[in-house]
């Protein structure tokens, strides 16, 4: 019986019998194989055995486990033998294929990717985006770390014409909104101080699924939200989609992303719908978090985000009228200003003048019915000491603009 060079090359499909003898000889193979050998080998062993997983026969599936430990161990320390990875992705992506399939599958293929040259990485990754909003989660964070990674490695100074229309081809699906999701998560992602802990602004669900296994930060960090901003620039997103992201950007630790975060902000999402009820939400719980929330699992908790991003936040609420409105964030919002932990005396200044704004434009009904309850905890901010003078000012200002 002629060895099947390809999965889809069985027609009519294998028995058990026969797939147990195929799988047999390749396993002879592999053991007989040199090195120098073993990547043509691999690209018609590794694809046939994954596929033969769906075969529920328990000598079959004892074969495949002992091909693929012997593939892993001749592979796990040579990076230069490459695997299948596009005859892996096409089992991955096949209707037909059962999930023990897919779970197998989804390993090789990124460790097939990381063995991809750069250049070959940068022109696959748009093609792992489509339909990832379908995908498992475990899953959908493994393959979007491997596009992240590749857009570091290849994007962090331009987006060709190309590859720019590959990605702009999911602009306006779920696969677009799943992307640009992990993307704010990435340029939000801080290495924390000591390995441990959680980022602002993220949870540490979130944090996980952005780093995977391995630590993430320098020069890769960097290069990664330095690529993620160019995609999502050439994506051509909705303002109000990008306008967090770039926002984040600009208040980045590392200049060099704060500057294009910055650019982009300017150039691309100045027009942006401040009064977009959605947007504000998302706005208020980057600013607030919601650590303090009561039905929400540890993990999944997010860390307010870190003071640079708050203070460029109170300035998009002090122009929004839904903002002024937006309660109970709004609420949650001064009281962060004033009394919040890690608050400090600009945040206590810019807290003022949005309590002044939320006095101004709120809906009466709402203010009649927050308004004792700020005014309450600006009088107690009075009888403090650690106020300024300048703070001072605008708490008058601000009990005085609620009794007019």
Known sequence: MAEPSSPAAATPAPTDAEREDALDRMLTRLALAEDARLAPLLARVLPYAITSFASPAASVRKLVMEILSHI??????????????????????????????????????????????????????????????????????????????????????????????????????????VFADFGFHTILYQTPSQGIGCPAGLSLAQADRVTGKLPLKGDALTSRKLGILNVLEAMQLASEIVYPIYLAGASDSQESVTKRGDELLKRKASTANLEDLKLIKKLFTLFNGTASAENIAAELKVAPAPSSLRVRLMSVFCRSIAAANAFPYTLQCIFGCIYGSGTTSRLKQLGMEFTVWVFKHAVMDQLKLIGPVILSGILRSLDGSSTTEAVNDFLLSSISRFHR
């Open 72 to 177: 892993n161990k001749r592979v796990k320390h040579r990076p230069e033998i490459p695997l299948p990875m596009l005859d892996l992705w096409k089992i991955y992506t096949e209707s037909a294929s059962s999930s023990i399939v897919r779970n197998f599958c989804i390993v090789y293929i990124e460790m097939a990717f990381e063995r991809l040259p750069s250049e070959e990485k940068g022109n696959i990754a748009p093609d792992l985006l489509i339909n990832i909003s379908n995908v498992p989660a475990q899953h959908q964070g493994i393959i979007l770390r491997l596009v992240s990674k590749a857009i570091g490695e290849c994007n962090a100074r331009k987006v060709d014409d190309t590859i720019a229309s590959k990605y702009r081809s999911i602009s306006g699906s779920d696969d677009g909104l």
